[in-house]
């Protein structure tokens, strides 16, 4: 990343200091944190549409 106002870029060398960390984070997301959170939507998302059936649609026929 470009932090120098001169317009030159930053040695390679001179990376942010967290940026070996950002691969167990990414994985950790990727196949944890992002599998957890759709099952969760896709479980809320099935009792809204159970709930309304039972007060208000009824079963679908």
Do not use: C, D, H
């Not at 001179?14 to 960390?21: F, H």
């Not at 984070?25 to 159970?50: D, N, R």
């Amino acid at each position: 990343m470009n932090n120098q106002a001169s317009g030159r870029s930053a040695p390679s060398g001179a990376e942010a200091p967290g940026r070996k960390n950002e691969w167990p984070k990414f994985l950790l997301l990727a196949f944890v944190g992002l599998p957890i959170t759709m099952t969760l939507a896709i479980a809320a998302y099935g009792f809204v549409v159970w709930f309304l059936q039972i007060l208000f649609f009824g079963p679908p026929s």
